[in-house]
Antibody
Framework: QVQLQESGPGLVKPSETLSLTCTVS????????WSWIRQPPGKGLEWIGY???????NYNPSLQSRVTISIDTSKNHLSLKLNSVTAADTATYYCARVGVRIAVFGVVIPSWFDPWGQGTLVAVSS | DIQMTQSPSSLSASVGDRVTITCQAS??????LNWYQQKPGKAPKLLISDASNLETGVPSRFSGSGSGTDFSFTISSLQPEDIATYYC?????????FGGGTRVEIK
């Protein structure tokens, strides 16, 4: 079955760029949509954005100006970049496979998230 | 944006008790609602989709109901392995959003 594994630095300095990779095994990134979701310590879940196998993206407006999600079909992985980070970006970052529903006007909405990677904690601190 | 309000934020119940969590959307979301279970230190797991559809392999003691703005999630007989935080998630509109979570503990 599909398994996901996040990787990247566990510590990022304020104002720098957070970069993470999610490696997909047991399946192809071409077959699905994918999302990043984050969870600050002791808090709830925040959807960051999604990417399709063709590279179509949609981001949470709360992060849209700072986030980029990309996909590398040759390496079977997706990536997350979040720039100009602050302490508020300290969180466990998860990648997940996404189901989608097509809403009015053809808007693609991520429906379910399953499975998830184990998550990677990123702290923003000098 | 659609806001999801879960209640209670935490609860303590005995093994075998019936436990119910509610989730209220700030506007009509039809049946576009999922429930997830997150055990301590682990990633969330999808339990229920489309408000009431139990995912494959999920024990039948878990159930969901509701539509529109008001939803509920029930554990019919609480088991020790159900200790976790439970989240609802709407996918009626972008951005998709999660409720604040309900922490379930054993009394």
């Amino acid at each position: 079955q599909v398994q996901l594994q996040e990787s990247g630095p566990g510590l990022v300095k304020p104002s720098e760029t957070l970069s993470l990779t999610c490696t997909v095994s047991g399946g192809s990134v071409i077959a699905n949509y994918w999302s990043w979701i984050r969870q600050p310590p002791g808090k709830g879940l925040e959807w960051i954005g999604y990417i399709s196998y063709s590279g179509h993206t949609n981001y949470n407006p709360s992060l849209q100006s700072r986030v980029t999600i990309s996909i590398d079909t040759s390496k079977n992985h997706l990536s997350l970049k979040l720039n100009s980070v602050t302490a508020a970006d300290t969180a466990t970052y998860y990648c997940a496979r996404v189901g989608v529903r097509i809403a009015v006007f053809g808007v693609v909405i991520p429906s379910w998230f399953d499975p998830w990677g184990q998550g990677t904690l990123v702290a923003v601190s000098s | 944006d659609i806001q999801m309000t879960q209640s209670p934020s935490s609860l303590s119940a005995s093994v075998g008790d019936r436990v119910t969590i509610t989730c209220q959307a700030s506007q009509d979301i039809n049946k576009y609602l999922n429930w997830y279970q997150q055990k301590p230190g682990k990633a969330p797991k999808l339990l229920i989709s489309d408000a009431s559809n139990l995912e494959t392999g999920v024990p039948s003691r878990f159930s969901g109901s509701g539509s529109g703005t008001d939803f509920s999630f029930t554990i019919s007989s609480l088991q020790p392995e159900d200790i976790a935080t439970y989240y609802c998630q709407q996918y009626d509109n972008l951005p998709v959003a999660f409720g604040g979570g309900t922490r379930v503990e054993i009394k």
